[in-house]
T-cell receptor, first 114, second 110 residues
Framework: ETGVTQTPRHLVMGMTNKKSLKCEQH?????MYWYKQSAKKPLELMFV???????ENNSVPSRFSPECPNSSHLFLHLHTLQPEDSALYLC?????????????FGSGTQLSVL | DAKTTQPTSMDCAEGRAANLPCNHS???????VYWYRQIHSQGPQYIIH???NNETNEMASLIITEDRKSSTLILPHATLRDTAVYYC???????????FGTGTRLTVIP
């Protein structure tokens, strides 16, 4: 148990669907992250939020839309995804977005786009 | 951030020490060495980090060479639950983008 909870654990969606991934941290951290892990590829940073403000957006397509309503919750809204977006989506948090020495990861959402 | 080079895979007998090497010959003076591991179907887990001195915690020890161009993560008594992909990451304090690379897949054998 890392203190970072992601739901759902598995998600199957069609290309025309709209779905959301949820992440919640119980660690009192101020920074939250979305990472993408495709099969046999390194983790890719997607978004970083620090104190509920987006501080990093690594050229992620607009079909991925993050939302951070407060420092404990992070969402990733998905719409009109492509099959190549199938991957493990990982949420992480850290105490301070300026120093990422310890990232605490959730177990991820395994997404399949049909 | 400096690049790292790790072996693709390693085996270790259960109960023996697992020594995982990492080369980071282009490391800068303000860059730290971090280690994370990822057990199958889970998110990565922080293990340890260091700047110059050797470090030890309840999970592992980190040995950094004097010139800081390489390091070794040591799991003193490997168990089957230590089977995972281990990532060596070099990054400066303040960076918010850790590059995980492909890591070393450690298999602990009974």
């Amino acid at each position: 148990e890392t203190g970072v909870t992601q739901t759902p654990r598995h998600l199957v969606m069609g290309m025309t669907n709209k779905k959301s991934l949820k992440c919640e941290q119980h660690l009192g951290h101020n920074a939250m992250y979305w990472y993408k892990q495709s099969a046999k590829k390194p983790l890719e940073l997607m978004f970083v939020y620090s104190l509920e403000e987006r501080v990093e957006n690594n050229s992620v397509p607009s079909r991925f839309s993050p939302e951070c309503p407060n420092s404990s919750h992070l969402f990733l809204h998905l719409h009109t995804l492509q099959p190549e977006d199938s991957a493990l989506y990982l949420c992480a948090s850290s105490l301070d977005g300026a120093t990422n020495e310890k990232l605490f990861f959730g177990s991820g959402t395994q997404l399949s786009v049909l | 951030d400096a690049k790292t080079t790790q072996p693709t895979s390693m085996d270790c007998a259960e109960g023996r020490a697992a020594n995982l090497p990492c080369n980071h010959s282009t490391i800068s003076g303000n860059e730290y060495v971090y280690w994370y591991r990822q057990i199958h179907s889970q998110g990565p887990q922080y293990i340890i980090h260091g700047l110059k001195n050797n470090e030890t915690n309840e999970m592992a020890s980190l040995i950094i060479t004097e010139d800081r161009k390489s390091s070794t993560l040591i799991l003193p008594h490997a168990t089957l639950r230590d089977t995972a992909v281990y990532y060596c990451i070099v990054t400066r304090t303040g960076a918010n983008n850790l590059f995980f690379g492909t890591g070393t897949r450690l298999t602990v054998i009974p």
